[in-house]
């Protein structure tokens, strides 16, 4: 039974995210479609930050108002939300609509805002409700939201989305039979076809690599229904949790031999009777040894960790993992993105075995993770010449820098929120409150630099050349 909630647990952890995970693997493939090109990405960001006003409702709603937001069924509305609008995605993502003389893709945006109210609320929601398991059940929980991330990249990677080859690209001018009349082709180099009528000769022609998109294994729409198939389980997983009792009778106590909870401790020292002379003082020392230190600076201070570590991993080097990556070829693109985001479930994994709450290991584990955040971002910012860029080595380092930079901050949130789950069930809540925040400054900071300033250069790779 253990096993069965785990595994549930594990599947409703999932739908946290990966409504919006997948939306954002799809992109590379969208953009070939859609009119807004590549200005779909800077759309999307505000639209997602948008959605971040349903967070702050229920975050206000449950301080002035305790109570007054039914838990369990506003989680059923998200999920069942979640997974109307990914269906909806399947037949609707190409539907544009004819706004002051262009076209845009107004249905597209609208389905994107619901899914991110989704994904939003359920940083605010889905945490607070895991406060009725069992500890160990949270990381269980966090490697599902990992999951999130990994599944859909899963799938964008056996779709090819966004793949490129290199094509030599022959250009050559020509003359027609209107003397004043100058026109270019472009024929793939060794095509000996002729170019049409009233062509009386040709120039001397130069060559050169273009990228050109491969064709997916399959279109957006299968890979949209198996999205809502995700978010079905979602469901499912929540539904089967409600009905399962098994999680709710060990919710009180924890289940480790080494830790005491304050509802077991009391009860216990009801039945054994008064204390007899020095078991008061070894009970207080032992009462005040398993009950976690909670001044309010040191829980500023984890909230402000849980603030910081997820702008970083949500809003500011996602913004530019393209303008990092890119500049080292397809492959290394698809290799960081995929491997990345394996990180993050793996080190949930692996902090169910060796877990450490100490936040000055926290912190320093925190300062490499953003020791490889800054050599991702300092790559972008030198886009499209980042350093080793055409040598294997540039590609190793840069896979790896975002494999350990996931990895290591996605075992400092686990960590965090392992700490405020043992405090209470609105320390969850203002936790789901401070990795929003923290995402929303970080997509804010961002914005402005990639789209309005265009701090990071984007260039072709095929034909891209730089000083060696």
Sequence with gaps: MALLTHLLVCTFGMGSWVAINGLWVELPLLVTELPEGWYLPSYLTVIIQLANVSPLLVTLLHHFRPGCVPEVPLIFAVLGVGTVTCTLFAFLWNVTSWIQGSQHSITFMVLTFFLALVDCTSSVTFLPFMSRLSTHYLTTFFVGEGLSGLLPALVALAQGSGLTTCVNVTETSYTTSNPNTIGKTNTPQGNNS????GLTGTAPSTGHLESSYLPANFPPLVFFLLLSFMMACCLVAFFLLQRHPGPWKTSTKDLLDSQVTLHSIRPLEEDLGPPGPGDSNKGQEHLEEETPDHHPARLLLIYVL????????????????????????PVAYHLSATLSSMANPLACFFSMFLSNRSLLFLGVLTVFGTGFGAYNMAMAVMSPCPLMQGHWSGEVLIVASWVLFTGCLSYVKVMLGMILRDRSRSALLWCGAAVQLGSLLGALLMFPLVNVWQVFKSADFCSLQCPT
């Design 194 to 197: 002729t170019l049409g009528p």
């Design 306 to 329: 849980v603030a910081f570590v997820n702008a970083l991993t949500n809003g500011v080097l996602p913004s530019v993992q393209t303008y990092s990556c890119l500049p080292y070829g």
